[in-house]
C-alpha cells in the first residue's frame, strides 16, 4: 500500500519555526517530486513547495519564500518542510504530494491532478 505519512505539525508563535516530515512507502519513488500544499479554513488547498528528485531544483510560492526550505532524503524516502518567521496566515493544514509532473508546474496545475497524498498535518501559528 503506497502511503505518504506526514508528521510535525502543532501550536507556535507568530515568528517561531516548526519542522514538517513526510515519510512515503509501500512503492519506488525514483523520478518523483514531492512537496507540501496547504488548506486554511475555508480557502483552496494551495502550492507551498516543491523538490526535484535529486534535489537540484526547488520551487516555493512567493509567500514562503525566504522563510520556509524543502529538502529531501531518498534514502529515507523522506521529504521535509522547515518553516521560519512563522505568522498566523501560515495556519492551515499541510499536505505532502508526490508525483511524477515536473515540479515547476505544481503551482499551475490542478491540485487534484497529483497522484499522491498524505492525510495532512495542522499547523496553528498565534498572534
Known amino acids: 500500500q503506497v502511503q505518504l505519512v506526514e508528521s510535525g505539525g502543532g501550536l507556535v508563535q507568530a515568528g517561531g519555526s516548526l519542522g514538517l516530515s513526510c515519510a512515503a512507502s509501500?512503492?519506488?519513488?525514483?523520478?518523483?517530486?514531492m512537496g507540501w500544499f496547504r488548506q486554511a479554513p475555508g480557502k483552496e488547498r494551495e502550492f507551498v513547495a516543491a523538490?526535484?528528485?535529486?534535489?537540484?531544483?526547488?520551487y516555493y510560492a512567493d509567500s514562503v519564500k525566504g522563510r520556509f526550505t524543502i529538502s529531501r532524503d531518498n534514502v529515507k524516502n523522506t521529504v521535509y518542510l522547515q518553516m521560519n518567521i512563522l505568522k498566523p496566515e501560515d495556519t492551515a493544514v499541510y499536505y505532502c504530494a508526490a508525483d511524477r509532473a515536473g515540479g515547476s508546474t505544481w503551482p499551475q496545475i490542478p491540485y487534484r491532478s497529483l497522484e499522491l497524498w498524505g492525510q495532512g498535518t495542522l499547523v496553528t501559528v498565534s498572534s
Open positions: 509501500g512503492r519506488t519513488f525514483t523520478s518523483y517530486v
Open positions: 523538490i526535484s528528485w535529486s534535489g537540484s531544483r526547488r
